[in-house]
């Protein structure tokens, strides 16, 4: 039996409870919302009598409809198509044909955009572009996966580029001196920053930050995080994920399931976390269960030796932390690996294969982009990875993709966003410090 599966009633109260205490006081006008009650798309309903609606949402964004056509559209393809829509690359300099040629060549689902791969806006956009049109080349109809890390903060990719924001634990702040108002002001940033990104061609960011962190101990998460109290951040998380929502963009909760407590940085090394399973669900699940709640699209996996759950292996390879994610939190966007380039997992053989294995959708910025292509394909051809297994993760990738189009069709950016954006930093940092 798993270990963790008798948290299942707990966790589904826990959840319901973080979702009443993000909303609390909420009206009409108040952008914390209320967490759907919309039931996830359950292949049951296939044996009923009545066919389900196609535009029912799901529990984190597509419709049934758009994951029925992911999953139908990924039963068709090759295994060197399947594996490229598992793997969002990495790519060095400035340069956009290079990312385009990879995507177009290797049919990834995308790339990640780092501060060293930008100048200016003008060849942002241009490489935006260049790589959208590399994945139309190859022949989809949806967009691809174009992410950055956009923080706020010291974690900006595109500093100097888009309106800069105040570290993520500003939200915390806020929220701890007017709930009602620090949620208003985190929609707000996380609405204007998702606007003004997409503006420059991007469809994912890699926020918001849901570690609970341990303070001045913590030495990679810090003030990245929006809180020491886990009411206040699981607050801030689903405000943020509403914001991200309403722009049209994918929001990435991250790093599951905490790495707050973590007292080595993972870029460097696989820090090692002796929390208690009890320790975990009270300090560091709060703020992922509220995701969970509010309909996150994708979880970021973090690279962690959690003791209690899966020792001496790193949480982005561990099925025991999937389950925990998936069956116990009950998350079923998509899983995404943190960088498959950091210390905590570079001396592995082959850590994109055990994270598919384990249970990612999403394998970020592997060391070498096209012999990690090369190996996933190989695996599928063997066997050693079940092709189920890699179109459940490209469908729900292709899934999210449907519907971050769709959303961004119905939500243009609007001429002056980086006035928006400029006061809703202003507005935040107001909220959080005076």
Same mark, same amino acid.
Not at 6 to 30: F, K, Y
Not at 222 to 229: I, L
Not at 282 to 289: G, R, V, Y
């Given at each position: 039996?798993?270990? #963790? ?22 009206? /009409? ?10 039931? &996830? ?65 290797? =049919? ?39 992410? %950055? ?59 918001? %930050?849901?570690?609970?962190? #341990? ?43 905490? =790495? ?6 993972? =870029?460097?090394?696989? /820090? %090692? %976390? ?8 009270? =300090?560091?699940?709060? /703020? ?20 209690? #759950? ?28 943190? &960088? ?25 910025? /592997? ?12 695996? #599928? ?54």
């Amino acid at each position: 039996m798993h270990p #963790i599966r008798p948290r299942l009633a707990v966790i589904a109260a826990t959840t319901l409870l973080v979702g009443a205490c993000a909303t609390s006081g909420a009206g /009409p006008g108040d952008p914390a919302g209320t967490p759907s009650s919309t039931s &996830s798309p359950s292949r049951s309903s296939e044996a009923s009598a009545e066919p389900e609606d196609p535009d029912t949402p799901s529990s984190w964004g597509p419709t049934v409809g758009e994951i029925d056509e992911a999953r139908a559209l990924v039963s068709t393809w090759t295994p060197e198509q399947l594996a490229g829509q598992v793997i969002v690359g990495r790519f060095h300099g400035t340069d956009p044909e290079v990312p385009a040629e990879m995507v177009r060549d290797l =049919h990834l689902a995308g790339v990640s955009v780092t501060s060293d791969n930008v100048v200016d806006a003008e060849q942002v956009r241009a490489l935006t572009a260049a790589v959208a049109g590399a994945a139309a080349e190859d022949g989809r109809d949806f967009p691809p996966v174009i992410g %950055v890390d956009q923080e706020g903060g010291y974690v900006s990719h595109l500093r100097g580029i888009a309106t800069e924001f105040p570290h993520f634990q500003s939200a915390g702040l806020a929220i701890a001196a007017d709930a009602r108002l620090g949620r208003r002001v985190t929609r707000a940033a996380a609405l204007t920053t998702g606007l003004e990104v997409r503006g420059l061609g991007f469809t994912w960011v890699f926020a918001p %930050v849901a570690d609970v962190t #341990i303070g001045a101990a913590d030495p990679t998460i810090g003030a990245r995080s929006p809180s020491e109290d886990p009411k206040i951040a699981s607050q801030a998380i689903g405000a943020a994920i509403k914001g991200f929502d309403d722009a049209g963009i994918v929001s990435t909760v991250k790093h599951f399931p905490g =790495h707050g407590t973590a007292l080595t940085d993972s =870029h460097d090394t696989l /820090p %090692v %976390v002796d929390s208690s399973l009890a320790e975990i669900e009270q =300090h560091d699940l709060p /703020p992922f269960e509220s995701a969970v709640a509010h309909r996150a699209p994708a979880v970021m996996m973090s690279h962690l030796d959690l003791t209690s #759950i899966a020792p001496d292996v790193p949480a982005s390879m561990a099925p025991e932390v999937y389950d925990l994610l998936r069956d116990d939190l009950g998350f079923e966007g998509v899983a995404i690996t943190d &960088s498959l380039g950091m210390g905590a997992v570079g001396g592995r053989p082959t850590p994109a294969l055990q994270a598919l294995q384990a249970g990612a959708d999403l394998l970020l910025m /592997p060391v070498d982009t096209a012999t990690t292509h090369q190996i996933v394909v190989d695996a #599928i051809n063997s066997g050693e990875v079940s092709r189920e297994r890699v179109e459940e993760a490209a469908a729900r990738v292709v899934a999210v993709q449907l519907w971050q189009a769709r959303v961004a069709a119905q939500r243009p950016v609007p001429v002056d966003v980086v006035e928006r954006a400029q006061a809703a930093s202003a507005n935040l940092l107001s909220a959080a410090y005076e």
